[in-house]
């Protein structure tokens, strides 16, 4: 599975996950299963990838999105019935 990215200071690392099996997704929502599948989208900001999370999770209750910072932080955690900080 891809590597956690180098992110600068103020970027954000969106990833997915089913969100009852708890299994990592890749950007296209299918299972995470070897190195060629992207896993993490990079954003300028937390806004951005708030807002992104929103509209991933409104086309499929069946995945939860993690928001983290460059310093693997867990910022946000969203699914079909949150919108939360950790």
Do not use: W
């Not at 299963?33 to 954003?43: K, L, R, S």
């Not at 992104?52 to 499929?60: Q, R, S, Y």
């Amino acid at each position: 599975m891809q590597r956690f990215p180098m992110l600068k200071e103020t970027q954000v690392a969106l990833s997915r996950a089913d969100v009852n099996t708890g299994i990592v997704l890749d950007e296209l929502n299918n299972y995470a299963v070897n190195d060629n599948q992207t896993v993490f989208t990079i954003f300028e900001d937390a806004i951005q990838a708030l807002n992104t999370a929103k509209l991933i999770i409104a086309g499929n209750k069946k995945v939860e999105c993690y928001i983290h910072d460059k310093d693997h932080k867990l910022l946000y955690f969203l699914n079909s019935g949150n919108s939360s900080r950790p």
